[in-house]
Antibody, heavy 123, light 107 residues
Framework: EVQLVESGGGLVQPGRSLRLSCAVS????????MQWVRQAPGKGLEWVSG????????AYADSVRGRFTISRDNAKKSLYLYMNSLRGEDTAFYYC????????????????WGQGTMVTVSS | DIQMTQSPSSLSASVGDTVIITCRAS??????LAWYQQKPGKAPNLLLY???RLESGVPSRFSGSGSGTDYTLTISSLQPEDFATYYC?????????FGPGTKVSVK
């Protein structure tokens, strides 16, 4: 069974940093691109960042570029999101997500989502 | 960035109804469009990709069509479990972008 389990969320003050992790199982992690998507309470989905299967292609939403960094450790089957200079508008559920296509050369549709981890930015 | 719009933003329907949701991209996306269903407190669930391809395990009452900038999701014979919010997403180019969502509620 494919599983994505996020961790690292919590309450953090504005301007501080946080690292989210996503531990995966049930598929060959090193063959699939991964993404982070967030959802503010009561709001819609917002794509945050994506990383290709080999880490060679990375992209960010305009709202987080320069503050967030995505990375992956294929040996540990883990995805990360380093979030710096956090703002109130970063408050959201953060979902880790697996792409549908193996070894894709562009960012692809998401077929599996984690259950999310909540990040609250507040003083 | 490609902007995605959806209409309507919400609708009320009854079991057995046919529901049509439209999604428009600010530029052509060559059918690189997915539809997701999300229920309260749950992660989204992939319904269709490549505009019209049904994800494995998704009921055939869900269908998609469109090309260029305009796409539709059709739910035929709405079932009780279909009351949810639906999002389109373009994956033609990064940053990937979602539509604002369409909430389907009980009439």
């Amino acid at each position: 069974e494919v599983q994505l389990v996020e961790s690292g969320g919590g309450l953090v003050q504005p301007g501080r940093s946080l690292r989210l992790s996503c531990a995966v199982s049930g598929f060959n992690f090193d063959e699939y691109g991964m993404q982070w998507v967030r959802q503010a309470p009561g709001k819609g989905l917002e794509w945050v960042s994506g990383i290709s299967w080999d880490g060679g292609r990375i992209a960010y939403a305009d709202s987080v570029r320069g503050r967030f960094t995505i990375s992956r450790d294929n040996a540990k089957k883990s995805l990360y999101l380093y979030m710096n200079s956090l703002r109130g508008e970063d408050t959201a559920f953060y979902y880790c997500a697996k792409e549908f296509v193996m070894r894709a050369y562009q960012f692809e549709v998401i077929d599996i989502w984690g259950q999310g981890t909540m990040v609250t930015v507040s003083s | 960035d490609i902007q995605m719009t959806q209409s309507p933003s919400s609708l009320s329907a009854s079991v057995g109804d046919t529901v049509i949701i439209t999604c428009r991209a600010s530029q052509g996306i060559s059918n690189s469009l997915a539809w997701y269903q999300q229920k309260p407190g749950k992660a989204p669930n992939l319904l269709l990709y490549a505009a019209s391809r049904l994800e494995s395990g998704v009921p055939s009452r869900f269908s998609g069509s469109g090309s260029g900038t305009d796409y539709t999701l059709t739910i035929s014979s709405l079932q009780p479990e279909d009351f949810a919010t639906y999002y389109c997403q373009q994956y033609y180019t990064s940053p990937l972008t979602f539509g604002p969502g369409t909430k389907v509620s009980v009439k």
